[in-house]
């Protein structure tokens, strides 16, 4: 059983950086593929970025550019760096992990990012 914990969103101006966290419970970490979406209210959910168990790396066209995406297998935890944010990007932000030491996916709880002046 995995259970994911996010946390660093916020309230941030145009042009601001923020940094979130995604923290997995349980040994399936490792070999896990890790992906953030995003979804604003009334819109579809978006994907953000992908990162494989070797550490390939992806971005939705949106984002190109101005997220990274990142782990750290040793804390079990992955993060998306945001930079450069515009207030089109404000959404809660999911992080979804796709276990293949047992082949289901898992979401976190959602955590809000909100850009604006």
């Known amino acids: 059983q995995v259970q994911l914990v996010e946390s660093g969103g916020g309230l941030v101006q145009p042009g601001g950086s923020l940094r979130l966290s995604c923290v997995a419970s349980?040994?399936?970490?490792?070999?896990?593929?890790i992906r953030w979406y995003r979804q604003a209210p009334g819109k579809q959910r978006e994907f953000v970025a992908i990162i494989t168990s070797g550490s390939t790396t992806n971005y939705g066209d949106p984002v190109k550019g101005r997220f990274t995406i990142s782990r750290d297998n040793a804390k079990n935890t992955v993060y998306l760096q945001m930079n450069s944010l515009k207030p089109e990007d404000t959404a809660v932000y999911y992080c979804n992990l796709f276990s293949a030491g047992d082949g289901t996916g898992y979401w976190g709880q959602g955590t809000q990012v909100t850009v604006s002046s």
């Open positions: 349980g040994s399936l970490f490792g070999r896990s593929v």
